[in-house]
């Protein structure tokens, strides 16, 4: 059982940035985030493969977001820039145990989830 814990998250203005982190407690293949807003789907945001560090991002983020690793502390952590009110969502760590594409049904472990609220 990998156990996520998240930090991160709040309120900003449309513009500004946020900083996600989530910490690992063993080993995952891949680590990132999924959102939640309300009356929508789950949507997978950003990605990492812990071992080979490569990366996925949403259409939606890509350019604004950017997702990294320290590989030391076993956590990942999501740099959210140029923030939109379409952002404002319930943000999930999720980590995955085996190569496959970043869904929801694909994840093996979840965080608790942290807000992200962006007004205009």
């Known amino acids: 059982q990998v156990r996520l814990v998240e930090s991160g998250g709040g309120s900003v203005q449309a513009g500004g940035s946020l900083r996600l982190s989530c910490a690992a407690s063993?080993?995952?293949?891949?680590m990132g985030w999924f959102r939640q807003a309300p009356g929508k789907e789950r949507e997978g945001v950003a990605a990492i493969a812990t071992g080979s560090s490569g990366t996925y991002y949403a259409d939606s983020v890509k350019g604004r977001f950017t997702i990294s690793q320290d590989k030391s502390k076993n956590t990942v952590s999501l740099q959210m820039n140029f923030l939109k009110p379409e952002d404002t969502a319930m943000y999930y760590c999720a980590a995955a145990l085996w190569r496959k594409d970043w869904a929801s049904e694909n994840t093996d472990y979840w965080g608790q989830g942290t807000q992200v609220t962006v007004s205009s």
């Open positions: 063993g080993y995952t293949y891949r």
